[in-house]
T-cell receptor
């Protein structure tokens, strides 16, 4: 199993600013992902965080808006850049260990943009 | 990945079995059925997955029809803490691991 910690758990930001969300896993994982959950909606996959290389983004998400880093097997960051109120969402980090099929999730970062 | 269809919401009485259906009529032979749930203000939690045989673990049972076009997640004795959104996801088991979530079923367990 894996325990995923996200920081911050919530934040209120001004439009035009950027916020970096940290995701720390308590064990080495093979895959890490970032999701967004807009109010009242399901989860949408933003990107796969690749260790030591550029993230793989899903359709509709771009690196300039959501730069992602993954410097090692247990840590990743997601930055939400040049924020607007439409970026107000919960951002969730998830990870997959080894060859197992389970995906583990953090509790999320609730972001409000004013 | 095959598309899934789930009812938007369901109610269940506390202590009774909760049966959550999922339709995946376009599922292909190498696609698994996964179930996750999301309790309010938490990240999603893995429940169970299966290919074609019925599966059971400490949380739930998964019943997959013989033609694999639908499945049912069974929570044998629902409690108030089982109130959550339940997601049925179909995908090929692979090294990518990523999951694409649909809208899910909101299960309300009532006393």
């Amino acid at each position: 199993s894996a325990v995923i910690s996200q920081k911050p758990s919530r934040d209120i930001c001004q439009r035009g600013t950027s916020l970096t969300i940290q995701c720390q896993v308590d064990s080495q994982v093979t895959m890490m992902f970032w999701y967004r959950q807009q109010p009242g909606q399901s989860l949408t996959l933003i990107a796969t965080a690749n260790q030591g290389s550029e993230a793989t983004y899903e359709s509709g998400f771009v690196i300039d808006k959501f730069p992602i880093s993954r410097p090692n097997l247990t840590f990743s960051t997601l930055t939400v850049s040049n924020m607007s109120p439409e970026d107000s969402s919960i951002y969730l980090c998830s990870a997959k260990t080894g060859s197992g099929e389970k995906l583990f999730f953090g509790s999320g970062t609730q972001l409000s943009v004013l | 990945d095959a598309k899934t269809t789930q009812p938007t919401s369901m109610d269940c009485a506390e202590g009774r079995a909760a049966n959550l259906p999922c339709n995946h009529s376009t599922i292909s032979g190498n696609e698994y059925v996964y179930w996750y749930r999301q309790i309010h203000s938490q990240g999603p939690q893995y429940i169970i997955h299966g290919l074609k045989n019925n599966e059971t673990n400490e949380m739930a049972s998964l019943i997959i029809t013989e033609d694999r076009k639908s499945s049912t997640l069974i929570l044998p004795h629902a409690t108030l803490r089982d109130t959550a959104v339940y997601y049925c996801i179909v995908r090929v088991a692979s090294n990518t691991g990523k999951l694409i979530f649909g809208q899910g079923t909101t299960l309300q367990v009532k006393p």
